[in-house]
């Protein structure tokens, strides 16, 4: 469940992500949810890693902490590619 909710949460922070951070971006709408998902599951396991909580489940923490973990990712992607 943990992975599979961390992918679910990923499609949903990547847009959100996209949404507090805009900006041009290459591929769109599909890159935007891939980074969200990679975003997601780095976020949770980096949270899970430090203590933060575990990894059961859609509640509101673990929500946070993907988008979080989302805007992170795209952030370094958008540092990489320009």
Do not use: E
Request: charged residues 10%.
């Amino acid at each position: 469940m943990g992975i599979l909710s961390w992918i679910i949460f990923g499609l949903i922070a990547g847009i959100l992500a996209k949404w507090i951070m805009p900006g041009k971006d290459g591929g769109g709408f599909i890159i935007t949810v891939l980074l969200g998902i990679v975003g997601a599951v780095v976020g949770g396991y980096i949270s899970t890693f430090f203590g933060f909580g575990r990894v059961d489940g859609f509640n509101v923490g673990s929500f946070c902490v993907a988008v979080i973990g989302a805007l992170v990712v795209l952030l370094v992607y958008r540092k990489i590619r320009t």
